[in-house]
Nanobody
Framework: QVQLVESGGGLVQPGGSLRLSCTAS????????MGWFRQAPGKEREFVAS???????DYADSLKGRFTISRHGADTTIHLQMNSLKPEDTAVYYC????????????????WGQGTQVTVSS
């Protein structure tokens, strides 16, 4: 079993930045890819970004250039640096993990965190 714990959410003004973190524990050797999804009120969950153990990253097209995902070697923690935040970025951000990159990209990850709220508002 794998546990994912997110941190770093909060309230930020438009144009500001936040850094989310997600730490995996448990049977972590089974995790080949980790990433982030988000769900805004009244909307479906959507893919944000992911990164594999070897450093291959993927991003939602609409977020490229503003969001950066990182993972340091074999660290069990990933980060999501979010810059130039907009009110439409307001959502609960969920960390996800899977033995398979394709499953994660498709939103079918085996493991999910509880989520952290990000609110962008003046």
């Amino acid at each position: 079993q794998v546990q994912l714990v997110e941190s770093g959410g909060g309230l930020v003004q438009p144009g500001g930045s936040l850094r989310l973190s997600c730490t995996a524990s448990g049977v972590i050797f089974s995790i080949a890819a980790m990433g982030w999804f988000r769900q805004a009120p009244g909307k479906e969950r959507e893919f944000v970004a992911s990164i594999t153990y070897h450093g291959t990253s993927d991003y939602a097209d609409s977020l490229k250039g503003r969001f950066t995902i990182s993972r340091h070697g074999a660290d069990t923690t990933i980060h999501l640096q979010m810059n130039s935040l907009k009110p439409e970025d307001t959502a609960v951000y969920y960390c996800a993990g899977s033995p398979f990159r394709d499953r994660l990209l498709a939103g079918r990850s085996e493991y999910w965190g509880q989520g952290t709220q990000v609110t962008v508002s003046s």
